[in-house]
């Protein structure tokens, strides 16, 4: 079988490093890929957001699947348009994917169906918004109603940090249109666990728990950026609580879907946290995380294509997804500067010489030859699997050692909270 990964990050190569395992896939390819992607498929230049190239390429390779990983290309209709020239693709149509695309949509969606989450009140006009937030006080949480690369979102301490972050949203248009309404929300406090799951529509299947790393330094300190690490499963996420999660959360949310006549097939990213008065969602995503992806894919013993043919012909309840014992960690490795202003185009060395239990997740890289380069803000995931979570940080830590280039910054506290 052909198959088509569309996207180019750290996410994408784990889950091409994912299929390749699977041995009905004949002949892998990516768009646009990266440096590191190279080594497992053939990478084709064509961006993410070109749909009418990724549906030319799909028509006359030809593809017999396509996996569609990133926000944007799922809100601008990808898997539809696909869909439509006959292709079989994963990943939602864009009336479902708006449960990400927009925050405005995904709030009124949990408040309508008594889905747990933050108070909120979304706004257009930046006046209201402000008398809002003077009403309010702090702390509270603003957030862009659009896509912004993980980063619309601002966690503010005190009313001045919050009335700045409304104002370069929706008048400085930080992240563009994304920007031009927002919904500002209650604070709430507790451990945050990210669950990503599959579903058909009809059925939904948790994956192993997970827990990201949002903010650039240690001790959660800078802005909020794409993730800069991860490890699975969370220890925080008891039995208990799934069980809490899946009839308070995750099937009241496939069902709201269903009845909004928006039917989700693909996986939906649930970010929870775990307040004292029970898990409640933080936001959705309609697709695999970054870098929750590279930890939870290590651990997944069933074949991945099997899963996702499995969603797309709407029989997921017939599938069995196994997992392996254990726990893994996911250090990313990023550009000085990030997620603000940062160089590009350093070489990387020591990859060569990382032991064979170490698995590096290429999410901006470029290659020249067989030398690899930095080309964006997340470079690196270093990836190990362990028997405890201590033992599969101290082995992620112990790969990132071995790496070097120009500016390299990367947390030293993940999965040590």
């Not at 695309?101 to 909120?120: G, R, W």
């Not at 208990?240 to 009241?252: H, Q, R």
Request: aromatic share 8%.
């Amino acid at each position: 079988m052909n198959v088509l990964v569309v996207g180019g990050g750290g996410r994408e190569h784990a889950i091409c490093w994912a299929l390749r395992k699977s041995p009905r896939v004949e002949r892998l390819y990516c768009a646009p890929g990266n440096g590191g992607i190279t080594d497992i498929a053939e990478c084709v230049n064509i961006k993410a957001t070109d749909i009418d190239g990724i549906v030319r390429f799909a028509k006359t390779k030809p593809i017999d699947f396509v996996m569609v990983a990133p926000d944007d290309p799922l809100a601008l209709g990808l898997v539809d348009e696909l869909e439509k020239a006959g292709i079989r693709a994963f990943g939602p149509h864009a009336n479902a994917a708006i449960i990400e695309s927009s925050k405005v949509f995904s709030k009124l969606l949990m408040k309508e169906n008594n889905i747990p989450t933050a108070e909120y009140k979304a706004f257009s006009y930046l006046d209201d918004a402000i008398a809002y937030i003077k009403e309010k006080g702090a702390p509270i949480v603003v957030k862009a109603d659009g896509l912004a690369l993980g980063k619309g979102v601002v966690v503010a301490f005190d009313v001045e940090t919050a009335i700045n972050a409304v104002k370069s949203m929706m008048l400085e248009k930080k992240y563009g249109n994304s920007g031009s309404n927002v919904v500002i929300e209650e604070y709430m406090t507790g451990p945050e666990v990210t669950v990503l799951a599959f579903t058909d529509g009809k059925t939904i299947v948790p994956m192993l728990s997970s827990q990201d790393h949002k903010r650039v330094n240690d001790h959660d300190e800078g802005p909020n950026t794409g993730g800069m690490g991860a490890f699975c499963p969370s220890p925080n996420y008891t039995p208990e609580i799934a069980e809490i999660c899946m009839k308070t959360i995750f099937l009241p949310t496939m069902e709201a879907m269903n009845k909004a006549g928006r039917m989700f097939k693909g996986v939906i990213y649930f970010g929870l946290m775990l307040t004292p008065s029970g898990p409640r969602v933080v936001e959705y995503n309609a697709r695999f995380g970054d870098p929750e992806t590279q930890p939870i894919l290590s651990l997944l013993e069933t074949d991945l294509l099997d899963i996702f043919e499995a969603v797309v012909d709407g029989r997921l309840d017939q599938i069995d997804i196994k997992w392996r014992a254990g726990t893994a960690c996911c250090i990313v490795m990023a550009s000085g500067g990030y997620p603000e202003s940062y160089e590009k185009g350093f070489e990387i060395s020591g990859l060569e010489s990382l032991p064979k239990d170490i698995v590096v997740f290429h999410a901006g890289t470029a290659r020249k030859d067989s030398n690899f380069f930095t080309n964006g803000g997340r470079v690196l995931g270093v990836t190990a699997v362990a028997d405890t979570l201590d033992a599969a940080v101290v082995r992620a830590y112990d790969g990132v050692q071995y790496i070097r280039f120009q500016n390299a910054h990367y947390r030293t506290d993940i999965g040590r909270k």
